[in-house]
């Protein structure tokens, strides 16, 4: 079946920072990828999302590049802020109808200043 | 405001109570989910509703009953729960058409004492 595998967390960085959550998938045809947030105490939010390999997402300074050959997704900023600090889902999900979104595992994010 | 309305925000309730969960969407979607999101546990898919009729349970404890009425409101109801059971809730809903993601609620965090 489908998978999503995220790198474990949490993540803490320092404000400015370079961030990277890498995120791969298993799939057995050719989904869309997304990346959600939750803000604490809220619920996901879409953040971006590619729907072909090669197509990058982007969003509030964040890119996701879909690399089929490498079957990743992985979320990049290149100056995080404080107010990045959150938990970050990788998932992915087909066109067809009735199709269910998989998720990985969340990584948590913390920005310090 | 993400375009999908939980209430309540909180509940606290005692395991002989009975309460519902309420979440409504404007956007013409015409899929809704509820997940369960407990602390350190991935993300849980418990029911899903496509144009009114449920075609996903997944396992779930008959203590938690959905119910949809029509396209735009979900309930998810809820009798003689356990402390295990104390989760944030999460509505979500989409177009059947699995690309375009999903646009979830805040969530109600619930609390079984």
């Known amino acids: 079946g489908d998978s999503v595998t995220q790198m474990e967390g949490p993540v803490t960085l320092s404000e400015e920072a370079f961030l990277t959550i890498n995120c791969t998938y298993t799939a057995t045809g050719y989904p869309s990828l997304f990346w959600y947030v939750q803000y604490p105490g809220e619920g996901l939010q879409l953040l971006l999302k590619a729907t072909k390999a090669d197509d990058k997402g982007s969003n509030k300074g964040f890119e996701a590049t879909y690399r089929k050959e490498t079957t990743s997704f992985h979320l990049e900023k290149g100056s995080v802020q404080v107010s990045d600090s959150a938990v970050y889902f990788c998932?992915?999900?087909?066109?067809?109808?009735?199709?269910?979104?998989?998720f990985g595992e969340g990584t948590q994010l913390t920005v310090n200043p | 405001e993400t375009g999908v309305t939980q209430t309540p925000r909180h509940l606290v309730m005692g395991m002989t109570n009975k309460k519902s969960l309420k979440c409504e969407q404007h956007?013409?979607?015409?899929?809704m989910y509820w997940y369960k999101q407990s602390a350190k546990k991935p993300l849980e898919l418990m029911f899903v509703?496509?144009?009114?009729?449920?075609?996903e349970n997944n396992s779930v404890p008959s203590r938690f009953s959905p119910e949809c009425p029509n396209s735009s409101h979900l309930f998810l109801h809820l009798h003689t729960l356990q402390p295990e059971d104390s989760a944030l809730y999460l509505c979500?809903?989409?177009?059947?058409?699995?690309?375009?993601?999903?646009?979830f609620g805040s969530g109600t965090r619930l609390t079984v004492v």
């Open positions: 998932a992915l999900s087909y066109e067809t109808s009735g199709s269910r979104l998989t």
């Open positions: 509703y496509n144009f009114k009729e449920q075609t």
């Open positions: 979500a809903s989409s177009h059947p058409q699995g690309s375009y993601g999903y646009t």
């Open positions: 956007l013409g979607h015409n899929a």
